[in-house]
């Protein structure tokens, strides 16, 4: 059941329910040459942009200030001009001539309700913003608690992407997105699709297509047979291994490209036996990731060293990697107290015995859990390994023991390498680890201050030499993406970290 907009609501009255229902048949028809029909693996949940607005960000109905530009950097959005005044407040230039999708102008008084919801959420309870204030027609200034040079990174995310105020109710949610994009909303299926219609006032380069359906399809083969049938014109997230069966069919093109996101393992620190970091460094030795590149991926994406993928951020250390090594695996184990008693290993009387958690809403996950299980058998450990809920995961990882869990995220989802601190900050961290490093910390925090360039690489670089010594996390392979589209489609080019699938350039 289609839910009613604004603007169907007033058609029926003005038209009658028959009026409607032609509206709607013409609003479906996935023949009609100027509708685009996208396929992805992620639900539309919600219109309001603090809940779900990375989505509706993607499909280009919400534009942030700033956006990330085709090298993994800050780049003008819907500010033109950003820089610090000083070390906390940091001032944005709005752009002229732009208006939301209602009409009303982008100033700085129609942008502040938004900004100010953005930034009072818990989703950005870590940026610490102190006053977001309007203080010229087209200027907005964000004071900081602490200086906090990422700042304009935090200033790409789909949740900070304005709306008219009109969109605004009185209790402080959000009606509609009401947008700048080059698409503008047109309905939502709660869960399920989103229809949006090109955006006749664009300030830039407006779309070429004139209806976007997206389309929330969980199952990677639903999306790809709703592909190879026509039902789709681009299928995102699909198999390694569907790769080769779009390269066959000449009416498909299948493109694929590297990503900043990684799978690797969090180790409980708190608790045997990876409370000790000889074991973990004999499972970083025990893990063949050649294997799992080659075997599971299809080649495609790459083994992992340290958090960031060198080919694709500037941001990555030299590190030194873990290599495979049974025999070394099998010394540190010794080392660490664990001595060879058949197949598998004891230590007082305790069997050597671990279990691995992970999820399958990334679908190869649990089948890297049962290659890492077999692996680790090779130098006796026993291993056990639980699907379950990633929520669940997560509870139970916060609030009790656990061994490892096998994991997988972005590590640049915005584009500043303070995105370490989600990972291995003392107190910041969402991860689970229970790492702690007052070393550690004071790099990520001298690294927030300062925006001299250098410094902040020689910070985050002495950050993952650290943890790739202390091994709280093990970064295990990266990422490459597939997506499919049909042969005809021209002008799309992918996004490294998918900010925007930018669909108003393809014809």
């Given at each position: ?88 407040t ?130 990677d ?87 960031f ?25 010794a ?31 649990p ?10 058998q090779?130098?006796g ?42 990972f ?59 997506i ?7 002008g ?14 393809v014809?």
């Open positions: 059941m289609y839910k009613f907009t604004r603007r169907q609501a007033l058609f029926a009255t003005a038209a009658g329910i028959s009026g409607l229902g032609g509206y709607w048949l013409r609003g479906n028809e996935s023949n009609d040459e100027d509708t685009f029909r996208v396929g992805s693996p992620w639900t539309p949940d919600s219109i309001d942009p603090v809940t779900n607005g990375w989505l509706w960000r993607r499909i280009n109905v919400l534009e942030p200030l700033l956006t990330v530009d085709y090298d993994a950097t800050v780049s003008p959005g819907l500010a033109t001009d950003w820089h610090m005044v000083n070390d906390r940091w001032e944005f230039t709005l752009r002229e001539g732009v208006t939301f999708h209602d009409g009303t102008d982008v100033t700085a008084e129609t942008v502040l309700p938004s900004l100010t919801r953005a930034f009072d959420s818990s989703s950005m309870a870590a940026v610490p913003v102190d006053a977001v204030e309007a203080t010229a027609d087209r200027t907005i200034t964000i004071q900081t608690a602490v200086p906090f040079s990422p700042l304009p990174a935090h200033c790409t995310r789909g949740i900070t992407c304005p709306v008219s105020p009109a969109a605004i109710d009185d209790d402080g949610s959000v009606n509609e997105p009401i947008g700048t994009g080059p698409f503008q909303f047109e309905n939502w299926e709660a869960g399920s699709t989103i229809t949006a219609t090109a955006n006749p006032d664009y300030y830039g380069s407006g779309a070429h297509i004139d209806t976007l359906i997206y389309e929330g399809i969980t199952d083969q639903t999306r790809r047979l709703k592909l190879e049938n026509r039902e789709l014109d681009m299928a995102r997230i699909l198999p390694n291994k569907a790769a080769d069966t779009l390269a066959s069919d000449p009416d498909l093109t299948a493109h694929t490209y590297k990503i900043p996101r990684a799978r690797y393992l969090v180790f409980d620190l708190d608790s045997a036996p990876f409370s000790d970091r000889k074991v973990r460094r004999a499972v970083m030795h025990a893990i063949d990731r050649d294997h799992i590149v080659e075997s599971l991926l299809n080649g495609l994406g790459s083994k992992a060293v340290g958090p993928p060198a080919d694709v951020t500037e941001w990555a250390a030299e590190l030194e990697p873990y290599e495979h090594s049974l025999e070394k695996a099998r010394s540190l184990l080392e660490a107290g664990w001595e060879a008693d058949g197949d598998s290993r004891i230590r007082d009387g305790e069997e050597l015995s671990v279990s691995i958690w992970t999820y399958n809403t990334r679908p190869l996950l089948i890297i859990a049962e290659v890492i299980q077999t692996q680790l090779a130098v450990f026993d291993v056990d390994i639980s699907v379950m809920e990633s929520s669940t995961i997560k509870e139970q990882a916060k609030n009790g023991e656990f061994d490892t869990v096998l994991w997988s995220s972005s590590v640049l989802w915005y584009p500043d390498p303070d995105r370490l601190s989600d291995v900050h003392s107190e910041t961290a969402t991860m689970f680890s229970g790492y702690e490093n007052e070393t550690v910390d004071q790099h990520l925090e001298a690294a927030r201050r300062t925006a001299d360039r250098d410094e902040r690489f020689e910070r985050y670089a002495a950050v993952q030499r650290r943890i790739q010594r202390d091994l709280p996390l093990g970064w295990l392979t990266y990422y490459a993406n597939v499919g589209t049909r042969a005809d489609v021209e799309y080019q992918p996004h490294p970290i998918e900010s925007c699938y930018h669909l108003e350039d014809t």
